[in-house]
């Protein structure tokens, strides 16, 4: 028997990467060798593939799921009105990575410092509420009081990278940096996109000088920071 392996991204993003990778391998490691197909589904940050899960997909694990980090924490965080799911009810099979992500902005909008930020606006681009990005730009902009806004509703990175080329964005927050470097190399090379924020419970070793939100948080609002980092 197949199983299918559904992507909550669209083609040719971190996540779908990461899917397809998992597709390409896992059917080892389970009996009987199954082919593993991957499906894009994507829509709301991953949250309309969580809600099919939860509600619509095959119950006999001829159907699995890759979602955003967030996903099991948007019920809990009064996101009822999307997250139409129980957490506690789905099997939790893994993660392909631990990540550091980060923020950045184009080059064109001036803004190399994360400092800036308290003064100057950066409009992010983001695909929806069950996405990292949704979620950080409100714990930025509430706990770190700085000018940040999301523009959602974008399929998948590759989307919000196209949106950020024709200017419609500025940036992006959430971005997990092994996708950067893979999906956009040449923006690093030739400076098309400066790094702002770093966001993890330790620095990348790569980013040495990029600041970490943990950082920049006062000692009332540490838990606050690490509550969000450990959710990844």
């Not at 896992?26 to 009987?32: D, M, Q």
């Not at 200017?167 to 400066?194: F, H, Q």
Request: proline letters at 6%; a negative charge.
């Amino acid at each position: 028997t197949d199983i299918t392996l559904y992507i909550g991204y669209s083609v040719g993003g971190g996540y779908d990467l990461y899917g397809r990778l998992v597709a390409r391998h896992i059917g080892r490691h389970i009996p009987g060798n199954p082919t593993v197909v991957p499906v894009n589904m994507e829509g709301a940050g991953s949250l309309r593939l969580a809600n099919w899960m939860y509600s619509a997909a095959p119950k006999d694990g001829s159907a699995i799921g890759t979602v955003n980090q967030g996903v099991p924490f948007m019920p809990l965080l009064g996101q009822r009105d999307f997250a139409e799911y129980d957490p506690t009810e789905f099997f939790w099979l893994g993660s392909a990575n631990e990540e550091v992500t980060v923020c950045v902005a184009m080059d064109h909008t001036g803004i190399t410092q994360f400092d800036q930020l308290y003064d100057e606006e950066l409009i992010i681009g983001g695909t929806g509420p069950g996405a990292d990005e949704y979620f950080l730009h409100g714990l930025l902009r509430g706990v770190l009081d700085v000018r940040i806004r999301s523009i959602t509703g974008y399929p998948g990175g590759n989307e919000i990278n196209a949106a950020m080329e024709r200017g419609e964005v500025d940036g992006r927050c959430g971005w997990s940096w092994a996708s950067v470097k893979v999906t956009r190399p040449d923006w690093l090379e030739n400076g098309t996109i400066n790094v702002l924020l770093q966001l993890g419970l330790n620095k990348h070793p790569e980013l040495p000088d990029i600041p970490l939100i943990m950082d920049l948080a006062d000692s009332e609002r540490r838990d606050v920071m690490a509550f969000a980092e450990d959710y990844k």
